[in-house]
T-cell receptor
Framework: EADIYQTPRYLVIGTGKKITLECSQTMGHDKMYWYQQDPGMELHLIHYSYGVNSTEKGDLSSESTVSRIRTEHFPLTLESARPSHTSQYLC??????????FGSGTRLTVV | AQKITQTQPGMFVQEKEAVTLDCTYDTSDPSYGLFWYKQPSSGEMIFLIYQGSYDQQNATEGRYSLNFQKARKSANLVISASQLGDSAMYFCAMREGLGAQKLVFGQGTRLTINP
């Protein structure tokens, strides 16, 4: 049974729509991450969080934003989706840095 | 500069053979961790094996072992007795130091096991 949950699993949405990708974990991990991955390519870190009320931008610039109001919840929002945002988005968490748990991912298609 | 380098975009191996996937890394931090993940076509990331920079022994997990050569900055994954279900993308990743503990990934290797 997964300890980190991402919803939706697949999303097809029109250009200009606002979307929120959900990520929740039940392990009490303090650090959480969002990665963006194009098919067959490497994962790029776009956001991370040390803990509640702490968010930082990752190594790859992204138009998305994140929030961390509760330890277990780290949603990602796109205010106005564009076709260039089409990608897979993976959420991960850790506490000690020697074990990272990943969600199943959200495959986003913007038409 | 690329911190994690995987130089094999694709590998083709016969079933039951052993396979080595290459990974080199670049860091000046004495404390770091190295990971290997498997990503099947369904897209989820499956953790395979972890090696800490201070670990004396090479890590092993079932059919997976990590050939850690610190002086060469390499952390190759060895899969023994390959199976058809091993066909997937494989990613090497590194966590540097303490603090944010960000995980940085290599470009990946697509492994195909032939019957």
């Amino acid at each position: 049974e997964a300890d980190i949950y991402q919803t939706p699993r697949y999303l097809v949405i029109g250009t200009g729509k606002k979307i929120t990708l959900e990520c929740s974990q039940t392990m009490g991990h303090d650090k959480m991450y969002w990665y963006q991955q194009d098919p067959g390519m490497e994962l790029h870190l776009i956001h991370y969080s040390y803990g509640v009320n702490s968010t930082e931008k990752g190594d790859l610039s992204s138009e998305s934003t994140v929030s961390r109001i509760r330890t277990e919840h780290f949603p990602l929002t796109l205010e106005s989706a564009r076709p260039s945002h089409t990608s897979q988005y993976l959420c991960a968490s850790t506490t000690a840095g020697n074990g990272y748990t990943f969600g199943s991912g959200t495959r986003l298609t913007v038409v | 500069a690329q911190k994690i380098t995987q130089t094999q975009p694709g590998m083709f191996v016969q079933e039951k053979e052993a396979v080595t996937l290459d990974c080199t890394y670049d860091t000046s931090d004495p404390s770091y961790g190295l990971f290997w993940y498997k990503q099947p076509s369904s897209g989820e990331m499956i953790f395979l094996i972890y090696q800490g920079s201070y670990d004396q022994q090479n890590a092993t997990e079932g059919r997976y072992s990590l050939n850690f050569q610190k002086a060469r900055k390499s952390a190759n994954l060895v899969i023994s007795a390959s199976q058809l279900g091993d066909s997937a993308m494989y990613f090497c990743a590194m966590r540097e130091g303490l603090g944010a503990q960000k995980l940085v990934f290599g470009q990946g290797t697509r492994l195909t096991i032939n019957p």
